[in-house]
């Protein structure tokens, strides 16, 4: 492999979430397998995804888990480091709201949602979850929550408006302080 090569390799992000240890009892006492859950982003790309493993090894589910999150990225829409606009992901019993932020708030999220807008590469997003925290649950919310969002140019085409008509009323990022003055 030349240099060319390998600098053109994306930069991945993977973070495990998740790992469950899962006990199967039989005849001669119990049997473990582990299940592993991981969040893999491409911040240069804004796309994210997560996979699911199981195994009877926990480096092995960690393995399995990071492959299928690798091919189920999909991508997220972001604007000045933040979610474009409001949007309620739901899944379940939970619901995980994302609202853009100014510019320097951080992400505040809970430790599951952080991991997934990080991945992302997000930088300023305020998050809200409600209902359920199951682990699992969340992460699917807020997947949802992101296949949800649009940005102003995806929406100035689908309502047929161009594309200054809608930032005129476009209050996300540096759009804030220049609608404020």
Do not use: C
């Amino acid at each position: 492999m030349s240099k060319n090569q390998k600098t053109e390799e994306l930069p991945s992000q993977e973070k495990t979430i998740y790992i469950n240890r899962v006990a199967k009892v039989v005849k001669g006492g119990r049997r473990f397998n582990f299940t592993a859950m991981v969040v893999s982003g491409d911040s240069h790309n804004n796309k994210v995804g997560i996979g699911f493993g199981k195994a009877s090894q926990v480096p092995e589910a960690i393995r399995k888990a990071s492959d299928k999150s690798k091919v189920s990225m999909q991508n997220a829409p972001i604007v000045e480091g933040t979610v474009p606009h409001i949007v309620t992901g739901k899944y379940g019993a939970t619901k995980v709201m994302l609202r853009p932020a100014s510019p320097g708030t951080g992400i505040i999220a809970s430790a599951t949602v952080r991991s997934l807008l990080d991945a992302a590469g997000y930088r300023n997003v305020l998050t809200k979850v409600i209902g359920s925290n199951n682990t699992h649950n969340v992460v699917k919310a807020t997947l949802n929550a992101l296949e949800k969002l649009e940005t102003p140019q995806a929406y100035a085409l689908r309502v047929g408006k161009s594309i200054e008509d809608v930032m005129q009323n476009y209050t996300v990022g540096s759009h804030v302080w220049n609608a404020r003055r």
